[in-house]
Every structure is written in C-alpha cells, then in structure tokens.
C-alpha cells in the first residue's frame, strides 16, 4: 500500500452491435456483439480508505458496479475516476470503472487474484448493476473485439478484427441503457445475431461498420441526431454508425470532420485494461 | 497495397516454464506454462514483392516459420525484421517474426482473417517448424501470460498475472531448442506441470519467479553462467530466473543492475502483438 494508490487506465468501448444474453449466473450473463475499444479512456486510482467512496472527475458518485468490485475484493477503498470520455452515452465508461477498480485493488490490497479472476468479478458487477453487459470483456482484451460468446472470461469466447483506425465521435446526449434494454429485448437480439454473422464471416472494418448501421436501423435505436450524422458521413464519403448505448456517433477516419463536425478525435486501443 | 508496407511490432516473450505437449494437429500442439512478453520485441514489415525473402536486422536469413504464415496467407513478399532481442536465446524472435508476417500479411493482401485464424496460423508455423511451442499465443495476448492448456487460440485457455514490471536480463549464448526438448520431454513436461499448479494457485510475479527458478533445476536446464548470475542476483537480495530457452537470465526491478551486471532494461509488454 502506499498514499499515491495504484493506478489502471481501462480504454472505453463503443459497441457497434449487440445481443442480450440473460443468464442467472452473471458470470455467464451479458451478450455478443462488436465494438471498437479506444484510446481515450477511463483512468482509476484506489487507495484504501476508512470508508469506501467514488468519485468521478471531482464529483462524488454513487456508482453500484464499483462498489460490488470493492465488496467482492474485501477492499475498502476511495476511487478516484478520470475520464477521457463522455458518461452514459455509450463508451463503458461503468465497465471501466469496474474493471480499473478491481486490476488497481488486487495490488493495493495485494489480492493475489488472476486477470481473469479479476476480469469476471468486474464483468458480474457490471451486469448485476445493470449497467453494461460487455464492455468489460471488450475492456480487457482491446483492440476490436468480437464477443463470440457471452459471459466471463470462463465462459466467453473472443476473436478481433485485427485493424488499428482512428475513430472520431460525437455525443448528443445520453440514453438509459435498462430502459432501452427492456424496451424489445427479442428485437435487439435478432438484429445482433444478424450483425455478429456478418462480421464473423468478414472480420473487416467495413463490415463492422455496415453490420453496426444495419443493426442500429433494425433494432431501431437510431435517435433522429444520430441518424442526421450517419447519413451526413454518409453523404461526405465516409463510413459511421452509432454508439451503443448511447446518442453517439463513431465514425472511422475524418469521416465526422469531412461531414463538418467538430468531432473528439482517438483510435483504437492496441491493448486491454492496464496498470499504470 | 503500398510501397511502405504494413508494420506489426510483437513484443518479445520469455518463459520461465513450459510443458512439452506433442498432438498430430499443430493447432492443438503447443505447451502449458508462464512468461513475460516484453516492451523489446521485435518490429515486421511485409510488403508484395516478385519472389519471397527474409531479412533480419539487414541479414538475408532462411525462416521456415515466416514461410509456413506466407504460404498459408498465399502471399509473396518481402518480409523485413528489425529485432530489439537477441536471437536464439529464449525471447521467442521466431514466433514474433511468424506472428507478425501473419498480422502485417493479412492487411497488405486484403486477406479478411480474425485475429484467432491470424495467430492459428503463426502458432502453428512456429510448432511445425519446430522453433516454438507457445510464444506466439502469449505475444499475442501480452502482459504476463499463463497458458493453462496447449494450442491455438480456438484450443488453449490462457490467464494472466496482472502486474506490470520492470525487466532487466543478460544473454550469455544461445541453447538449440529442438536438441533441449528432445533431451528428456518428461521431465521438463513433470517440472513444468509442477510449476504452472504453483502459479496457477497463487499468480504473483514472487510465485511465477520461485516456480521458474525451481524448475530450470528439476528440468535440468540450468548452465553454469545462468545458474551463477541467478545465484548473484538472490545475493544482492533480487529475484532472476532462466530464459526458456535460452542461455538467458532475466530478473525484476535492479536485480541484475544490482548483482553487478550490466543488463539490458525493458518492462512487461501491456499490449499483444499489433499493428503499427
């Protein structure tokens, strides 16, 4: 232990496409799909404490996925979050906070825990909060991953599009991933698995993108700003879709900025969740 | 395509102990055990060319498993190689060659593989031409890979220790590594086995360090130089293992600096195998 913590840098995660997959074993739970992992991320500081607390970017939060790592460590500990991204509007920011707590805890606390002990503790907690059900497998592993599988790493199974692109995005706002989430779950699903086929049978950036847009449109997510954005990279020659959950749009490239907005500009993250 | 051609950097992997496991199908051979793959590693540059070639550091060299990937890959090209490691000595250069002419390959001829079927491919080019038997899976997972079962990445599992470390290490020659595992399989595969329940129970850079000093004992493999400079850092109150399989000593922290040495500095790699 020492009074400056232990620090984890988790990349966020916009996810192109998506299946709901419930299970009574969290572990188990969460769902298919592929996103793009990114530079810009979420920074976790824990340093043990008398009581536990979080905070994210100066502002003390309640966040449930943070506080059932901490539980599940037998840690009690003040978090301390900055991010490089925006919050609920579909980056993981909750899956980042999960997993850079529990990589930053295991040595605070000298937990003596495995990556994928660690990777499965944050994964539950994420899902049992219902605040995300694959960020944090995607989290971990970097790149652009493609969840084959749902759950933990025990349980899932991964595979990449083995592409690095830079990535601009723009956010309009948030939306709540339960309520969407319960809105046509049989929908979402079956849009997913159409997507997922696609890219698995053509593990490309295009292929992503179009099986994201394709998605978006049927599992009808698209918000009237996001779609205005689609198309207007669309129109400029490039290639976008949406951020799941959230009113966001990615785009590869200088798709955003060709289109005449002043987008955040990162690229795909080359490694998972790591120590600083 | 382009003149340039694509860049992949790989990082280097050292193992502190493997098991030997032999299966007619390379993509199921391969061996259990723990490593660290390294910040130095070893950067692959593929481009189109009339007739295959090989270079390493500016030297024209045969390396059957760059050709096994090219084949695989259908692609003729010129494959350069600037290496940060020694050759020879236990760092895993082949595996980083194969594993980075597949992912560098697969972009500059628009082949549209996974990252799985990319390092299915390097894993077992690397098994079949007998030069590696597990770095090419942990150099594309990177940070500090546990290898709980053999094969590619659709056959083995994998964990990790999750710290980051700094790595010192000193290369005295180079051990053959076809003629080592012929010697006497068995007993590396039983101290291997020995060593991976230890780590396995308890994933810590102490534990990982103690199972590989114990097994370069039980499995033989120790040579004079290595045994002496291991014993020299546990004098200065360091922690150094052997190189798998090289005539190699790596330690953590100053621990070579501090016996005296004069070693090379690096650190535990945070990312797998990428695209430049």
Redesign the interface.
């Known amino acids: 232990m020492t009074d400056e913590g232990t620090q984890a840098f988790v990349p966020g995660h916009v996810t192109g496409f998506f299946t709901i997959e419930r299970d009574d074993d969290p572990t188990k739970a969460g769902s298919r799909g592929c996103g793009l992992t990114l530079t810009d991320g979420v920074t976790v500081t824990v340093r043990p404490a008398e009581e536990s607390t979080c905070y994210l970017d100066g502002t003390s939060i309640e966040m449930e996925p943070v506080e059932r790592v901490l539980d599940a460590l037998n840690a009690t500990a003040r978090v301390t979050a900055e991010s490089g991204i925006p919050i609920g509007s579909g980056f993981g920011v909750s899956g980042a906070m999960a997993l850079g707590t529990a990589?930053a805890a295991?040595?605070e606390f000298d937990r003596?825990?495995?990556?994928?002990e660690?990777i499965t503790i944050a994964h539950g907690a994420d899902v049992q909060s219902g605040t995300g059900l694959g960020d944090v497998v995607a989290q971990a592993r970097?790149?652009i991953p493609?969840r084959l599988e749902p759950g933990g790493?025990h349980d899932n199974e991964l595979?990449?599009?083995?592409?690095?692109v830079r990535v601009e995005y723009v956010t309009f706002g948030d939306l709540s991933t339960p309520d969407v989430l319960d809105d046509d779950p049989e929908r979402i699903t079956e849009a997913g698995e159409t997507a997922l086929s696609r890219v698995?049978g053509?593990?490309?950036l295009t292929s992503f993108v179009y099986a994201s847009r394709r998605f978006a449109r049927e599992a009808e997510l698209l918000t009237p700003r996001v779609r205005d954005a689609i198309e207007a990279v669309s129109e400029a020659g490039g290639e976008a879709s949406m951020a799941m959950l959230g009113e966001t749009v990615f785009a590869f490239g200088t798709g955003l900025t060709d289109a005449g907005y002043d987008p955040q500009v990162c690229g795909t993250h080359?490694?998972?969740a790591?120590?600083?």
């Open positions: 990589l295991n040595v003596r825990l495995s990556e994928n660690l970097g790149g493609i790493p595979d990449g599009i083995p592409r690095r698995v053509e593990p490309t080359s490694a998972g790591t120590l600083r």
